[in-house]
T-cell receptor, first 116, second 111 residues
Framework: NAGVTQTPKFQVLKTGQSMTLQCAQDMNHEYMSWYRQDPGMGLRLIHYSVGAGITDQGEVPNGYNVSRSTTEDFPLRLLSAAPSQTSVYFC???????????????FGSGTQLSVL | KNQVEQSPQSLIILEGKNCTLQCNYTVSPFSNLRWYKQDTGRGPVSLTIMTFSENTKSNGRYTATLDADTKQSSLHITASQLSDSASYICVVVTGANNLFFGTGTRLTVIP
């Protein structure tokens, strides 16, 4: 099993550019989410989805867009990149459709994004 | 305010020694507490998940404890190995399934 796969691993953008971070899981998980990790801060939830066609905002959703057309894929779109979006982005998934609960959360290996 | 605080921020130990990492939280209502290991350049990997009724849980050389009354948890690593060098993150989950992440403890094991 590949688990949770994120691409690209590294990305450099100029201010104002847009891009999509890809996330795919092969575990048939209903729940998928995106986090950002910044130095000196805990991971913060950007957006999440409890199933295909269902998405919702997390703690820091501004400047990001998501969609969930299939169970496997959950891309994160940066609409107009800003230096404040320089961060490491993690996709995570779990089996539970009801939310995070006691289900183990599986993380991808991350995308390091720099916005100049 | 819901917060998760971890100490120390960083720790250096000799290979073969034991160490204990601390996690204090003010998150409420409590559902479960998790410890994750994050290697450099990788995503976090789950070590343990403890509910309110569990006060100890082990995963190999990793033993987590939970005192729900004092809202404290610890992660004890026995006979450390070089591969234990990583960040260890404490996460507290509320009854509404919201996750609160600590900032982590950076452990370095030296030969």
């Amino acid at each position: 099993n590949a688990g949770v796969t994120q691409t690209p691993k590294f990305q450099v953008l100029k201010t104002g550019q847009s891009m999509t971070l890809q996330c795919a899981q092969d575990m048939n998980h209903e729940y998928m989410s995106w986090y950002r990790q910044d130095p000196g801060m805990g991971l913060r939830l950007i957006h999440y989805s409890v199933g295909a066609g269902i998405t919702d905002q997390g703690e820091v959703p501004n400047g990001y867009n998501v969609s969930r057309s299939t169970t496997e894929d959950f891309p994160l779109r940066l609409l107009s990149a800003a230096p404040s979006q320089t961060s490491v982005y993690f996709c995570a998934s779990s089996y539970s459709k009801s939310g995070r609960g006691n289900e183990k959360l599986f993380f991808g290996s991350g995308t390091q994004l720099s916005v100049l | 305010k819901n917060q998760v605080e971890q100490s120390p921020q960083s720790l250096i130990i000799l290979e073969g020694k034991n160490c204990t990492l601390q996690c204090n939280y003010t998150v409420s209502p409590f559902s479960n507490l998790r410890w994750y290991k994050q290697d450099t350049g990788r995503g976090p990997v789950s070590l343990t998940i403890m509910t309110f009724s569990e006060n100890t849980k082990s995963n190999g050389r990793y033993t987590a404890t939970l005192d729900a009354d004092t809202k404290q948890s610890s992660l004890h690593i026995t006979a450390s190995q070089l591969s234990d060098s990583a960040s260890y993150i404490c996460v507290v989950v509320t009854g509404a399934n919201n996750l609160f992440f600590g900032t982590g403890t950076r452990l370095t094991v030296i030969p």
